[in-house]
């Protein structure tokens, strides 16, 4: 029985129907039948093959919520009809250190839910079931779909790094920094959104800041100096990294989650004199995930989505594209 879905054909390409046999089922894996599938900016880049690794036809979607409709004889805690996420990861070797440690998302053997293999932007999905996870009954699927991949890669560095006495700060209220300051609110800090929309302000103070720097503000930005914990960096283009290193107090923590080309130009005696630290992060362990989609039921922590049938696809992944999806966009199987 195949499977019906949109891929792209070639880089840029408008997305077409395309189906795909998906074979026997694994003894580990679980099929789901896909209700809802975020788009994230990483299905764009491979939809364009800016990453160079893309294999057409290329069947996006990493931000997934559906019913497990199958599931292997090997597959434990999961049941027909459960309803389930599945992020970014869609298997690793669970044999490794960092496997064994609870860090699949270190595993060099990770397996991509939608690269070489087909995603969901479609009927159904295939993954390891023990990469499928079940959703706290609090969750409306269409506000937890996006969690799964942009909500746990800012849920990651901030479950390490921010405490409720923290002064936390996100740059970009996007995809990833609309769920940054939830969270951040919710772990109790004191959350101070930076953009360069100034027309934000009100959102972020919706989203949980108490504070909002508009960062064209040399004043404001000036006045920020020295005053964060915690700053996590969610835009995908290249910043003034020494002038945000200023923001930050003695000891204070640089996380970056968004990508940009280039390099980051900070002073060694930045890093020394200021006992600061700049980190990178992407997604997050499994257990983590179960726990993100847990604290996000509990403290009614939300996906700000556009939901759209599956059909338009093409004008939501634009959307996307452009930069112009509030906060995230949803695929919808009607
Ligand atoms: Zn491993
Ligand atoms: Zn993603």
Redesign the pocket.
């Known amino acids: 029985m195949s499977i019906k879905g949109f891929a792209a054909f070639g880089p840029g390409e408008k997305l077409k129907p395309f189906s795909y046999e998906p074979g026997l089922l694994g003894p580990h894996e679980v099929e789901v039948e896909v209700t809802h599938c975020g788009i994230c900016r990483s299905d764009v880049h491979l939809i364009d093959n800016d990453w160079g690794i893309t294999k057409y036809p290329a069947l996006c979607g990493h931000e997934i919520v559906g019913k497990v409709s199958a599931a292997g004889p090997e597959v434990k805690g999961l049941s027909k009809g459960d309803r389930v996420g599945i992020g970014w990861q869609a298997g690793?070797?669970?044999?490794?250190e960092?496997?064994v440690g609870g860090q699949?998302n270190r595993?060099?053997?990770?397996a991509a839910t939608c690269l070489g293999r087909p995603g969901g932007f479609a009927e159904a999905v295939r993954v390891d079931g023990r990469f499928a996870f079940p959703l706290p009954k609090g969750l409306e699927s269409h506000h937890a779909a996006p969690l799964l991949c942009g909500g746990i890669t800012v849920y990651t560095p901030l479950r390490a790094h921010a405490h409720p006495w923290s002064r936390v700060g996100v740059i970009g209220i996007g995809g990833l920094g609309h769920f940054a300051l939830q969270f951040a609110r919710a772990f109790g800090c004191e959350v101070t959104a930076f953009s360069s929309s100034k027309d934000k302000e009100g959102e972020a103070a919706g989203l949980g800041a108490h504070r909002f720097v508009p960062v064209s503000d040399a004043a404001a930005m000036k006045k920020a100096a020295g005053s964060l914990d915690l700053l996590v960096s969610t835009v995908h283009v290249d910043l003034d990294w020494e002038a945000w290193m200023r923001v930050l107090r003695p000891g204070g923590v640089l996380a970056l989650v968004g990508a940009t080309d280039g390099k980051l130009n900070i002073a060694a005696d930045t890093l020394l004199l200021g006992k600061k630290a700049v980190l990178g992060s992407t997604i997050g362990t499994r257990s983590a995930i179960r726990e993100m989609l847990e604290f996000a039921a509990r403290h009614a922590i939300k996906a700000r989505a556009e939901v759209v049938p599956m059909a338009q696809v093409n004008a939501a992944v634009d959307r996307v594209r452009q930069g112009k999806a509030r906060y995230r966009m949803v695929l919808e199987n009607r």
């Open positions: 690793s070797c669970l044999a490794c960092w496997c699949e595993c060099a053997e990770q």
